[in-house]
């Protein structure tokens, strides 16, 4: 599927394993269904989230440096630390697509390896590894839904928007 780009080993294992350590006593509980996780906002005043959004968006610019020309300039202010507890994933098709913030890309971050991963409409399957970041339009183009993970294991996952306002 065109513009989603896969950044394998955006962040060590040890930084995922200081992540998840650092975030995890944070956790809320999520009231809203469909969501299946527990969450934690962050902003972008950790060192290691500072490195990880840079550079990969920087990467994103170059492998599709159409992504600039937006009429207004777009920026990444926070991250969403999830947990999705044995045998919960978000297995509703959907896009990033927002009314009350123009989304442009749409990034998780994969803190954990799991035998499943993120599937779009299109049947492209990116598979959760820890350390992977994966950036794509945050479009109908691109609806996609998580998988169960067969292995029933926990999942950390960090997701982020790039968006017009600098919003979630």
């Known amino acids: 599927m065109n513009n989603i780009c896969i950044i394998d080993k955006s962040l060590s294992n040890e930084e995922c394993d200081l992540l998840i350590n650092e975030f995890s006593p944070k956790l809320q509980e999520s009231l809203k269904a469909p969501w299946n996780y527990s969450f934690y906002d962050t902003p972008l005043d950790n060192k290691i989230l500072q490195k990880l959004a840079y550079n990969i ?7 599709y440096p159409e992504v600039n020309y937006t009429h207004e300039k777009w920026s990444m ?5 999830k947990v999705f507890e044995p ?3 978000y297995d509703i098709l959907h896009s990033e697509q927002s009314s009350k913030n123009a989304r442009i890309l749409s990034i998780l971050i994969y803190l954990s390896d799991h035998n499943c991963g993120t599937e779009f409409y299109d ?6 590894v820890k350390g992977r970041s994966l950036i794509f339009p945050a479009f109908w183009t691109h609806a996609h839904k998580g998988q169960p993970c067969p292995d ?3 999942r950390f996952i960090l997701s982020a928007y790039a968006t017009l306002d600098g919003e979630i």
């Open 57 to 63: 968006i920087e990467i994103y610019k170059k492998k």
């Open 77 to 81: 202010k926070k991250f969403r630390f």
């Open 87 to 89: 045998g919960d994933y």
């Open 123 to 128: 049947g492209t399957m990116v598979k959760s």
């Open 152 to 154: 029933k294991k926990r």
